[in-house]
């Protein structure tokens, strides 16, 4: 059973594997959601997508005191009110090059009872995720619009 639901979850990562290391660099429009702690979190609204119960999308965790930032692109599954990373990417932040890359699949974590421990912040990429319309454009929470990644 788990393994059923491991390989479901590979296969709707497969619109979302993104270019290996030394492959041409794509387009990515990083918006603002939220920080915690010195972490800025955004999403691509280039890969926001949503498929039944499902929302994906890459989601990007700055950490510029430590110049770094990771993309994970992240299933989420509204029923289950939970969420996974289906890939990781990890750039050195000021030069936008990237260092490590791994599709191992994290753990599925919740996002909806912080008393849980869980992660209240992802809560908050989801809402952004399911209310963005690409025609209603706020620049006030744009970064990087049209920033090139490996």
Do not use: W
């Amino acid at each position: 059973m788990l393994a059923a639901a491991f390989a479901l979850t590979l296969g709707l990562m497969a619109p979302y594997s993104p270019p290996c290391h030394g492959e041409p660099l794509h387009r990515v429009d990083r918006h603002f959601v939220d920080s915690v702690d010195y972490t800025g979190y955004y999403v691509d609204v280039n890969t926001i997508q949503k498929e039944g119960n499902l929302v994906m999308a890459d989601v990007y965790m700055v950490k510029a005191l430590y110049n770094t930032m990771y993309c994970y692109g992240v299933v989420y599954n509204l029923n289950d009110q939970s969420y996974q990373y289906g890939y990781t990417k990890i750039y050195q932040y000021d030069t936008r090059r990237l260092t490590s890359y791994s599709e191992v699949p994290s753990m599925v974590y919740g996002y909806a009872n912080a008393a849980m421990g869980n992660n209240m912040v992802m809560a908050e990429v989801l809402r952004f995720c399911q209310e963005y319309r690409p025609g209603k454009l706020d620049t006030s929470n744009n970064t990087d619009v049209g920033e090139m990644l490996e």
